[in-house]
Antibody, heavy 117, light 108 residues
Framework: EVQLVQSGAEVKKPGESLKISCRAS????????IAWVRQMPGKGLESMGI????????RYSPSFQGQVTFSVDKSTSTAYLQWTSLKASDSGMYYC???????????WGQGTLVTVS | EIVLRQSPGTLSLSPGERATLSCRAS???????FAWYQQKPGQAPRLLIF???SRASGIPDRFSGSGSGTDFTLTINRLEPDDFAVYYC?????????FGGGTKVEIK
């Protein structure tokens, strides 16, 4: 069974750094793209970008380029989303999902709520 | 970047009625790379339709997708209480992926 399990909720202060995780299981991690999706409170879904775990090729959506960093650890089948200096406007729910770049997002993590205040 | 515009923003219907949701793209996109998702409060989105018209695993046949080029439609026949949610369209071909703004289907 394909599963994406994300790390728990975070409460941070502006200016702090943060790295959240998305651990994949039930499939070969290196063969499917992982997408990161933001959902701000009461708002719609925003694509942040995608990463291919096989070679760490990364494509950021224009609004998120330079604001976040994607990475993976193939040894643990885990994808990461990182901020170096959080802003209040980074508060929201963050989802990882498997697919992208020609494949629909068929599997989603449960989401990680980030609160910056 | 392909912009997807969904209409209407909110659809107020009664159980048993049909819902018709629209999504218009800013440029022509391949229907192969077009999807619809359902999201309920407090839950992650769920894939409903991919390739514009193919139902994902476990999705009942009252959900159907159609369209091509710049205009796509999600139809939900015989609305059930569990269907009242927010629906998003998405293209997943070339990067960046983009989502529509969503249509909320609410109980009238």
């Amino acid at each position: 069974e394909v599963q994406l399990v994300q790390s728990g909720a975070e409460v941070k202060k502006p200016g702090e750094s943060l790295k959240i995780s998305c651990r994949a299981s039930g499939y070969t991690f290196t063969t499917y793209w992982i997408a990161w999706v933001r959902q701000m409170p009461g708002k719609g879904l925003e694509s942040m970008g995608i990463i291919f775990p096989g070679d760490s090729e990364t494509r950021y959506s224009p609004s998120f380029q330079g604001q976040v960093t994607f990475s993976v650890d193939k040894s643990t089948s885990t994808a990461y989303l990182q901020w170096t200096s959080l802003k209040a406007s980074d508060s929201g729910m963050y989802y990882c999902a498997r697919g992208a770049n020609g494949y629909p997002l068929g599997y989603w993590g449960q989401g990680t709520l980030v609160t910056v205040s | 970047e392909i912009v997807l515009r969904q209409s209407p923003g909110t659809l107020s219907l009664s159980p048993g009625e049909r819902a018709t949701l629209s999504c218009r793209a800013s440029q022509s996109i391949s229907s192969t790379y077009f999807a619809w998702y359902q999201q309920k409060p407090g839950q992650a989105p769920r894939l409903l339709i991919f390739g514009a018209s193919s139902r994902a695993s476990g999705i009942p046949d009252r959900f159907s997708g159609s369209g091509s080029g710049t205009d796509f439609t999600l139809t939900i026949n015989r609305l059930e209480p569990d269907d009242f949610a927010v629906y998003y369209c998405q293209h997943y071909g070339t990067s960046p992926l983009t989502f529509g703004g969503g249509t909320k289907v609410e109980i009238k």
